[in-house]
């Protein structure tokens, strides 16, 4: 399977708090994005980070990538009730345009 | 906004009953893929395709289901005979295409196969 995978599984921390996911994917890739899915919704794109780049921030959010370990991790710093939602890495292969899910992290940020 | 849209919302059905879900991509976007959402598997790519051309269909049961772009602004999913296992969430999403593109998804279609 392409998919990757996703740690941990379910997350609750307290408002304020930083939060972090890590994400681990099989192949090589063009680039690794991350979604956020609200319950019962679409996913919406959060940030997307090159196959060269290490790490990129956007608002409270920053994504590393080690593409030698073929890992990815996103932290949520500063969280609020409002982040709670399952959030998924999903990785572009080289040589396709394909985009492949993990598994996914359940984020609860209690108030 | 722009938005992709998908159709019918919720769709309760009756096993080896026809299904057919409905995408109308964002205006402009020529990619467009197919995941299908369960506990059990998550999110698994059904089909992609660009400029309404099939590029992969590698995840889809091929027995069963079918994929189509008749136009620019409409792709159907179709699952006949529909199976109880085929009951998930359905979800449409659109890019522009190219390296290092993001994704625009729909709502989902919700199915329920009796």
């Known amino acids: 399977s392409q998919q990757g995978e996703e740690d941990p599984q379910a997350l609750s921390i307290q408002e304020g708090e930083n939060a972090t996911m890590n994400c681990s994917y099989k192949?090589?890739?063009?680039?690794l994005q991350w979604y956020r899915q609200n319950s019962g919704r679409g996913l919406v794109h959060l940030i997307l980070?090159?196959?060269?780049?290490r790490e990129k921030h956007s608002g409270r959010l920053r994504v590393t990538l080690d593409t030698s370990k073929k890992s990815s991790s996103l932290l949520i710093t500063a969280s609020r009730a409002a982040d709670t939602a399952s959030y998924f890495c999903a990785t572009e292969g080289t040589g396709a345009n394909n985009l492949f899910f993990g598994t996914g992290t359940r984020l609860t940020v209690i108030p | 906004d722009a938005r992709v849209t998908q159709t019918p919302r919720d769709k309760v059905t009756e096993m080896g009953q026809e299904v057919t879900m409905r995408c109308q991509p964002i205006?402009?976007?020529?990619?467009v893929f197919w995941y299908r959402q369960t506990m059990m598997q998550g999110l698994e790519l059904l089909a992609y395709f660009r400029n309404r051309a099939p590029l992969d269909d590698s995840g889809m049961p091929k027995d069963r289901f079918s994929a189509e772009m008749p136009d620019a602004t409409l792709a159907t999913l179709k699952i006949q005979p529909s199976e109880p296992r085929d009951s998930a969430v359905y979800f449409c999403?659109?890019?522009?295409?190219?390296?290092?593109?993001?994704?625009?998804f729909g709502s989902g279609t919700q199915l329920s196969v009796l």
């Open positions: 999403a659109s890019g522009l295409g190219g390296t290092n593109e993001k994704l625009f």
């Open positions: 192949t090589s890739i063009n680039n």
């Open positions: 205006l402009g976007h020529n990619t």
């Open positions: 980070i090159r196959s060269n780049e």
